[in-house]
């Protein structure tokens, strides 16, 4: 529709104008490293951010160690959403990021999946009995979910029983595909893609106690290429949010 000014009372136009002035000056984008484990929490707030803010959120999502070398090779991201607390304040101590905007935004939880009902019992001892012929995690190295399976298995004393069943993925995204795919009859995953609204979603599933593997902490912060963005700090202020932690808790991550 064209709007024409002799439609309009000149102080409705000037009104209107008005609004449309602060619609754009209000409105902007943020560029954000979004850890795998993250994804379908981040995508559900992301529509109610830019609802109720005007923001939108351009979101990648991999692992939190490819993440923290692409930011140092310096990649457009203004906002990270890691999946542990160290890398970012590693980043904050080498000066890459925004002083004073690190907070923990969620605390995760590890699972043992399978994608078949039944297969995984509630106490995880399909992992001892070790009848499987391939287990997935993502790789330790670059993810903390996968260093957190493998601190699982060092505890359960299974550590070189299953080595040459591992089938390791990049992140945690893959290591959750090698399962769903039926690529590896069980593996390590975050709880948040396997359970929704209080109860797991498909297949079977342990989750594994908190105390069997260091704390999954995860941090955000604004990194360096978001300070002088509105949107990076409202989407952080966002995140603290009453609306935002509903959802981060509906899928099964601690606050």
Wanted: charged share 20%.
């Amino acid at each position: 529709m064209t709007l024409r000014a002799s439609s309009f009372a000149p102080t409705c136009l000037a009104t209107l104008l008005a609004a449309f002035a602060m619609g754009s000056v209000q409105a902007d984008e943020v560029q954000v490293a979004v850890a795998a484990n993250f994804t379908a929490p981040i995508q559900a707030i992301a529509a109610d951010f830019e609802k109720d803010t005007g923001h939108k959120l351009v979101a990648a999502y991999g692992a939190t160690g490819q993440f923290y070398t692409q930011i140092k090779n310096g990649a457009p991201f203004e906002v990270f959403l890691s999946a542990d607390d160290t890398t970012p304040q590693k980043l904050e101590s080498e000066g890459d990021t925004v002083k004073g905007s690190r907070f923990t935004y969620a605390i995760g939880t590890l699972a043992l999946w399978s994608a078949k009902e039944g297969y995984v019992d509630a106490k995880g001892q399909v992992l001892k009995d070790n009848q499987y012929k391939h287990l997935s995690i993502a790789n330790p190295k670059t993810a903390p979910y996968g260093l957190a399976a493998t601190q699982v298995l060092a505890k359960l004393d299974l550590t070189d029983k299953v080595k040459d069943k591992l089938v390791e993925g990049q992140n945690i995204t893959q290591a959750y595909q090698f399962v769903s795919t039926g690529n590896a009859e069980l593996g390590f995953v975050a709880l948040s893609q396997i359970y929704k609204d209080g109860k797991v979603s498909s297949g079977s599933a342990w989750i594994v106690p908190e105390q069997m593997h260091d704390a999954i902490k995860q941090d955000a912060v604004i990194l360096n290429k978001g300070k002088d963005n509105p949107a990076a700090k409202a989407l952080v202020d966002y995140l603290k949010g009453p609306k935002a932690a509903a959802v981060i808790k509906s899928y099964g991550y601690q606050l």
